[in-house]
C-alpha cells in the first residue's frame, strides 16, 4: 500500500539554524498538507499546497517558514532560523481527488 | 472557525470492555477523519468518516453530519489499542483542505 514517507524521522537542531524536513507523498496525489504538533497537546495545520502554490496558511506559517516542490517527488517545509518554540513534530500529509488525507510518520524537531 | 471537541478526554479500560468516544463539531463538514496516535508519534489513518458507518476490524465509526457528531466504537479493546484517539475535519466553507484536529481522547487499555 503507498504511504507518505518523512526524512529525517528526529532532527535536532541549534537556534537560529535553518532546516529542511523532507516528505515523499503518494506518488499520484496533488494536494500537500504539513502539519505540526508540539508535546503534548493537539495536531495543528500549517500550510496546503496545490499547483505549485500554496493554497492556505496558518496564523502559524510566518515569514520564517516555506515549503518547496523542488521536483515530481519530494515536498519540503524550511524553518529559516529556529526558535525554541519550533519544537515540535511536524507531519507531511497528501490527498488524491478525494478528500482523505494521509499521513507521513512524522520528524520530531528538536531545537537547543 | 469550525470547532472540534472530543469527549472523554481520558479513558482507561480492562481489556476486552468496549468504549465509544465522541467526537462533536460545529459545521458542516466535507472530510472527517479518525486517527490513532500510537506510542511512537505516528498518526495511523482509522477512518476518513464524513457520514455514514464504517467498520474495520474491531473498530467502527458513525458520523450523523445533520447533528454534528461522530463517533468511534472500540470492541473488545487491546493493549495494543492505547493511545491517543484524535478526530479532525474540513469545514464545506475552507476550500485550502485544512483539517482541523479535537484535542484528542487518550485511552489507555489494561491487561
Known amino acids: 500500500e503507498p504511504e507518505v514517507t518523512q526524512t529525517p524521522s528526529h532532527q535536532v537542531t541549534q537556534m537560529g539554524q535553518e532546516v529542511i524536513l523532507r516528505c515523499v507523498p503518494i506518488?499520484?496525489?496533488?494536494?500537500f498538507y504539513w502539519y505540526r504538533q508540539i508535546l503534548g497537546q493537539k495536531v495543528e495545520f500549517l500550510v496546503s499546497?496545490?499547483?505549485?502554490?500554496?493554497?492556505?496558511k496558518s496564523e502559524i506559517f510566518d515569514d520564517q517558514f516555506s515549503v518547496e516542490r523542488p521536483d515530481g517527488s519530494n515536498f519540503t517545509l524550511k524553518i529559516r532560523s529556529t526558535k525554541l518554540e519550533d519544537s515540535a513534530m511536524y507531519f507531511c500529509?497528501?490527498?488524491?481527488?478525494?478528500?482523505?488525507?494521509?499521513f507521513g510518520p512524522g520528524t520530531r524537531l528538536t531545537v537547543t | 472557525g469550525i470547532q472540534v471537541e472530543q469527549s472523554p478526554p481520558d479513558l482507561i479500560l480492562q481489556e476486552g470492555a468496549n468504549s465509544t468516544l465522541r467526537c462533536n463539531f460545529s459545521d458542516s463538514v466535507n472530510n472527517l477523519q479518525w486517527f490513532h496516535q500510537n506510542p511512537w508519534g505516528q498518526l495511523i489513518n482509522l477512518f476518513y468518516?464524513?457520514?455514514g458507518t464504517k467498520q474495520n476490524g474491531r473498530l467502527s465509526a458513525t458520523t450523523v453530519a445533520t447533528e454534528r457528531y461522530s463517533l468511534l466504537y472500540i470492541s473488545s479493546s487491546q493493549t495494543t489499542d492505547s493511545g491517543v484517539y484524535f478526530c479532525a475535519v474540513e469545514s464545506i466553507y475552507n476550500q485550502g483542505g485544512k483539517l482541523i484536529f479535537g484535542q484528542g481522547t487518550e485511552l489507555s487499555v489494561k491487561p
Open positions: 468518516i464524513p457520514s
Open positions: 506518488s499520484n496525489h496533488l494536494y
Open positions: 500529509a497528501s490527498s488524491g481527488q478525494a478528500y482523505e488525507q494521509y
Open positions: 499546497f496545490y499547483n505549485n502554490e500554496i493554497s492556505e
